[in-house]
Structures are given as structure tokens and as C-alpha cells.
T-cell receptor, first 115, second 115 residues
Framework: AQSVSQHNHHVILSEAASLELGCNYS??????LFWYVQYPGQHLQLLLK??????LVKGIKGFEAEFIKSKFSFNLRKPSVQWSDTAEYFC?????????????FGSGTRLLVRP | DTEVTQTPKHLVMGMTNKKSLKCEQH?????MYWYKQKAKKPPELMFV???????INESVPSRFSPECPNSSLLNLHLHALQPEDSALYLC??????????????FGPGTRLLVL
């Protein structure tokens, strides 16, 4: 069965620090990968996505992620975080290209950025 | 416009009540989804509708009954719920379930409390 692992459950950083959140998935076929963010009291928003092509994907608000197929990883990065990046971050995978469209989410990483 | 709207924002109901959650999108998306999100957990898929037909039911109890009256609307009818059903119920939509690369856009959710 497909699964997504986010090993960092809680991350605390100071403003201007660099961020890397880990995401690993288990699925051997074609995958579409996503990072969603959920700010306090707000709905899930798409940060970025990978479907094909350049494995380095740039998203909104200065976030980027790198798809490394050999490591089954899709880690999220940001060079310099801001207080406003405090949120919960979910990695998700849509496995396969057939008619079964299911987004499988990781357990999430709560990021707290201290001013 | 990538907006999915949900009503009501909050709902409190007793275990003998019947209520409905509503979701609406006007992006022309043909796939719509219901997810359940418990506190500090990732969203879990409940149902998928594609072209107004139920295509995925993730073994959800029959006290949850989805309905898709047209391509823009998705309802979730609730009856005889249990306190453990208290959660945030998220609606999402995407362009075409059977085409690769589409993104799911989420609504703000309905926060449900069952007493």
C-alpha cells in the first residue's frame, strides 16, 4: 500500500533560519507529489507540486522542493523562514495515473517560527 | 478563481439529529471529494465523485451519505452520528479525475461537533 512519511513532527526555528522538511513515500510507480500548507485557522493551500520534468520545483512564498526518485523523497525547503510561515505542512502523494484518485497525506509537520 | 466554499462553518448536532454539509465550486471541476480531518491529524479521504457519480467510498459508515446534485455542488448528509465523528470535514475539487496532473483545491471546512 502507498504511504507517506514525514519524520519531523514539530520544528521550531528562528526567523531567517533555513528550513528543510522531509517527506518520503512508498510507491514504485509514477507518482504526483504535493506539499500543502495549513495556516492556523485557514484551509489547506497548495504550496507546490511535482508531476514530471525538472525535479526541482518552485512554489509560492519562496518554497521549493526536490524530487529524488532513487530516494523516494520530496523534501521541502526554504532558505530563510519568516514568522508568517508558522503553519502545518503536509506532504501528499497521488499514486498512479489510473482512475483511482486518492491523495495520501503524511502525518504533517508543525512549524513554529519565532520572531 | 480557485475557490471552494463550504457551509456551514461550524455545526453542533446531537446524535439523533439529521444535518447536511454543503460544498460548492464554480471552477468547472468535474471531480469532488469529501475528507475528514481529526485534530492534529492529516485529512483522510471519505468519498470521491467524478462527473456526478460516486467513484470511491473509503468504507465510510452509512451514517454519512454523500450526494452530488450537479457538477458544482456536493452534499454530505449526516444522520445518527457518534461523538467520535466530531472533526473538520473538508471538501475539495479537481479538474478531471482521470487525467494525470490535476490538483485538488480545498475548501475551508466545516467544523462538526457531535454531542
Amino acid at each position: 500500500a502507498q504511504s507517506v512519511s514525514q519524520h519531523n513532527h514539530h520544528v521550531i526555528l528562528s526567523e531567517a533560519a533555513s528550513l528543510e522538511l522531509g517527506c518520503n513515500y512508498s510507491y514504485g510507480g509514477t507518482v504526483n507529489l504535493f506539499w500543502y500548507v495549513q495556516y492556523p485557522g485557514q484551509h489547506l493551500q497548495l504550496l507546490l507540486k511535482y508531476f514530471s520534468g525538472d525535479p526541482l520545483v518552485k512554489g509560492i512564498k519562496g518554497f521549493e522542493a526536490e524530487f529524488i526518485k532513487s530516494k523516494f523523497s520530496f523534501n521541502l525547503r526554504k532558505p530563510s523562514v519568516q514568522w508568517s510561515d508558522t503553519a502545518e505542512y503536509f506532504c501528499a502523494v497521488k499514486a498512479g495515473m489510473d482512475s483511482s484518485y486518492k491523495l495520501i497525506f503524511g502525518s504533517g509537520t508543525r512549524l513554529l517560527v519565532r520572531p | 478563481d480557485t475557490e471552494v466554499t463550504q457551509t456551514p462553518k461550524h455545526l453542533v448536532m446531537g446524535m439523533t439529529n439529521k444535518k447536511s454539509l454543503k460544498c460548492e465550486q464554480h471552477m468547472g471541476h468535474r471531480a469532488m471529494y469529501w475528507y475528514k480531518q481529526k485534530a492534529k491529524k492529516p485529512p483522510e479521504l471519505m468519498f470521491v465523485y467524478s462527473y456526478e457519480k460516486l467513484s470511491i467510498n473509503e468504507s465510510v459508515p452509512s451514517r454519512f451519505s454523500p450526494e452530488c446534485p450537479n457538477s458544482s455542488l456536493l452534499n454530505l448528509h449526516l444522520h445518527a452520528l457518534q461523538p467520535e465523528d466530531s472533526a473538520l470535514y473538508l471538501c475539495a475539487s479537481s479538474q478531471d479525475r482521470d487525467r494525470g496532473g490535476e490538483t485538488q483545491y480545498f475548501g475551508p471546512g466545516t467544523r462538526l461537533l457531535v454531542l
